[in-house]
Each structure stands twice: as structure tokens, then as C-alpha cells.
């Protein structure tokens, strides 16, 4: 949930035979009662940085019709490939659908209120720049002195590098949502969020 308490859908997979290749899947019906804005998409492997694509509800209407639907229980399915630098959603039909510029795109999750300027409209709607961070954060345990991190990282080089630690109570079970919200992928998450993610995420009591 967003500050002011929208929901998101947030779908995750590990890639794992192929390391090019994600299913991802979420309720239709739980997404539109809940008037959710959006998706993001999480996309991991065991080997690579994290994957985000961002959906916003507008876009998610156009593509439902071309989903894949599960009988028994609607589920809004993903199929997502990456062909060298391009990212594809696979469609109905054998069509695809190209996701490359919505990797990292969450600015949907900052609208604007009704009655904004339009300058400050096609600011807020410009392009967003996609790099790789500087720097990397993770979630990581301590044992016996030894900072260990919960999930593979790629550092490049081997060298010296400065670490900057900060105790927390937990950290979410899903190794792509962790990866995520140690780096800070959701723009104005809730302080708590590590340590309260069922709360926010399932609406489980607080710890």
C-alpha cells in the first residue's frame, strides 16, 4: 500500500531452468476490487540484478483482454522473456508486448492531485533515466562477526569496499521484495517497512 493507502500489486518469480525466462501472477479480481493502481512486476535470478517493471492500471486494462486467464481462480498471468537488451510480454496470439522502458518506471506512483499545473504534468510524466545504482544495498545477517548477505550479490571487481549497516528486526521472506526494498525501488515506503512488511503487504497485525 502507498501512503495514502492505494494498493499495488507487487508479483515476484525467481527465474530458474532458464535464466531469461519469468511467470508471474496475481488475482484479477482481488486488482480491481481493490482499485489497485498498478503492478510491479519483480523479476530475479539467482545470478543478476533485480528486475522491476511498472504498470500502471491504465495500461494493465489495455493488456487484460490479452492475458492469460487461469479457469478456476482469475489469475492475471505474465509471461515475460528477455531477448538481449529488450524485455517482451508475451500476448495472446503469439504478439508481445515490449516492456524494455517500463523497467524501473514507477513514477505512476506519484501522480499528481486533480487540478496539478500542466508544466508540472509533463514534468512528472517525463522519461524516467534507468541506471545501475552506484551503490548496492542488501539485507544481511551477522554470524560469528561475519556479515553474510541473505541473497546473492555481484560487487564487479574484487577490492575494498565501505559498508554502511543498520539493525533491523527483519526482513521480508521474498528474497525479489527484499532485494527491492533494501534498494529502495518503492518510492515513499513506510520507515517500518523491513520489519512490518506483513502488515503492509497482507495487513497482518503489527509486531
Known amino acids: 500500500m502507498t501512503e495514502d493507502r492505494r494498493w499495488v500489486a507487487l508479483p515476484a518469480t525467481t527465474a530458474t531452468q532458464n535464466p531469461d525466462h519469468w511467470w508471474l501472477a496475481f488475482s484479477r479480481d482481488e486488482f480491481h476490487k481493490r482499485d489497485a493502481l498498478g503492478a510491479i512486476l519483480l523479476c530475479a535470478s539467482s545470478d543478476g540484478p533485480l528486475l522491476e517493471f511498472g504498470l500502471p492500471a491504465e495500461v494493465l486494462r489495455e493488456l487484460e483482454p490479452d492475458l492469460p ?29 515490449d516492456l524494455t522502458e517500463r523497467r524501473g518506471d514507477v513514477s505512476w506512483l506519484r501522480r499528481p492531485p486533480v487540478g496539478m499545473t500542466d508544466d508540472l504534468r509533463v514534468a512528472e510524466n517525463a522519461p524516467a533515466y534507468h541506471s545501475e545504482p552506484a551503490e548496492q544495498c542488501f539485507f544481511a545477517s551477522l554470524v560469528d562477526g561475519v556479515l553474510r548477505p541473505l541473497d546473492p550479490i555481484d560487487l564487479g571487481a574484487e577490492g575494498t569496499y565501505l559498508v554502511r549497516a543498520r539493525k533491523v528486526d527483519g526482513a521480508p521472506s521474498n528474497s525479489a521484495l527484499r532485494r527491492l526494498v533494501a534498494r529502495g525501488g518503492i518510492p515513499d515506503l513506510p520507515p517500518d517497512f523491513a520489519e512490518q512488511h506483513d502488515h503492509y503487504a497482507h495487513g497482518a497485525p503489527k509486531r
Open 69 to 97: 486467464l487461469g479457469n478456476q481462480r482469475p489469475l492475471l498471468s505474465f509471461n515475460i522473456h528477455r531477448k538481449g537488451r529488450r524485455f517482451e510480454l508475451q500476448l495472446r496470439g503469439g504478439r508481445a508486448f
